[in-house]
């Protein structure tokens, strides 16, 4: 099963996970968000319900992902966007667009302020 982590990290702690991979270590796939509001902008309820949706469907054009949903082909192509710039989703030789994990493990804490 390829799983992708979502999460919260400092430009320290992606620079200690880069060094480590250099060296051998097996980072596993990494998505980091600077903070846990950024993360939430990106990921949000009706783009969660997207990548959901395309877990483990493999590739599909955005009208295809826009029908299963039920939603309007524009919004989609708008979530979809946001989500290619963040590198959740990947475009593939063919021009359709592919979440390429069969599972998210998204990891953060939330401390007092």
């Known amino acids: 099963m390829k799983t992708v982590t979502l999460g919260i990290s400092s430009r320290k702690e992606i620079e200690n996970r880069f ?4 060296d051998g270590e097996d980072q ?3 998505i980091s968000f600077e903070t846990p509001a950024l993360l939430f902008k990106i990921i949000s309820g009706k783009r969660w319900e997207l990548i959901q949706n395309m877990t483990g469907a493999g ?3 955005i009208r295809e992902a826009a029908r299963r949903l039920g939603r309007d082909v524009k919004a ?3 979530d979809v966007h946001t989500l290619l710039k963040a590198g959740i989703l990947i475009k593939t030789e063919s021009g359709q667009i592919e979440f390429p994990f069969d599972a998210i493990h998204v990891n953060f804490v939330l401390e007092a302020a």
């Open 19 to 22: 060094l480590a991979a250099f």
């Open 59 to 61: 590739p599909l054009s």
């Open 76 to 78: 989609v192509h708008g």
């Open 28 to 30: 596993g796939a990494y």
